[in-house]
Structures are given as structure tokens and as C-alpha cells.
């Protein structure tokens, strides 16, 4: 079992930087995948990044390929999803997953476990 808590979110201005945390409780987050997806009003939660389980494999959608940044810290229980150039489409909930796999998966139903998400909100 994985408990995952979310922190990180706010409100920032269009070029903006925000950096996400995502901290898992237990003894083997090192053997998950973590994923980042995220959900605007109305819209379907879709993918933004995955992590493979030490960080030697990421993969992200192209609507944030090359602003987004996904990394980890096993020692701390940590995942991150730095988002620079932001932009007012960005404007989220954004929510961190974890699946006990090696593999890189990109759909919700990968995931059995999720945070509560954290609110993003980019201003033009």
C-alpha cells in the first residue's frame, strides 16, 4: 500500500515556474513508477509525466515536452514534476500515481494508487 500527498500547487503568472512534490509513504517506493496526470474543469484527467522506478527512464506528453521535468529522490520518498514556461492551458488539478511496475505506463487505469491533487492555475 502507497500513500501519496501532493504539495506544491498555487497561482502564477504565464512564464512562470512552479515545482510539484509528491511524498509516499512505505518501504518500497523504490519499486514504483510515478506518474504526474492532471485534470482542468470539464476535461478528462489525462498524462503529463511518468519515472521509472530509479529514475533512469522518463517519458512525457507533448503538450509538456520540454517545460516539465520529472525526477525522484527514492532516499526521501519523493517525486517531482518541475514545470517551467507555463502556460494559462496548464491550468490544472495535478495529481501524482504510483503503479509497482518497471514499465513506463501512461493511462489512469495503470495506477492503483493516487493523491488528492494539488491545484495549478496559470494567469495570462
Known amino acids: 500500500q502507497v500513500q501519496l500527498v501532493e504539495s506544491g500547487g498555487g497561482l502564477v503568472q504565464a512564464g512562470g515556474s512552479l515545482r510539484l512534490s509528491c511524498a509516499a509513504s512505505g518501504r518500497t517506493f523504490s519499486a514504483y513508477s510515478m506518474g504526474w496526470f492532471r485534470q482542468a474543469p470539464g476535461k478528462e484527467r489525462e498524462f503529463v509525466a511518468v519515472?521509472?522506478?530509479?529514475?533512469?527512464?522518463?517519458y512525457y506528453a507533448d503538450s509538456v515536452k520540454g517545460r516539465f521535468t520529472i525526477s525522484r529522490d527514492n532516499a526521501k520518498n519523493t517525486v517531482y514534476l518541475q514545470m517551467n514556461s507555463l502556460k494559462p492551458e496548464d491550468t490544472a488539478v495535478y495529481y501524482c500515481a504510483a503503479a509497482n511496475t518497471r514499465l513506463l505506463r501512461t493511462t489512469n487505469t495503470s495506477y492503483p494508487y493516487w493523491g488528492q491533487g494539488t491545484q495549478v492555475t496559470v494567469s495570462s
Open positions: 519515472i521509472n522506478w530509479n529514475g533512469g527512464s522518463t
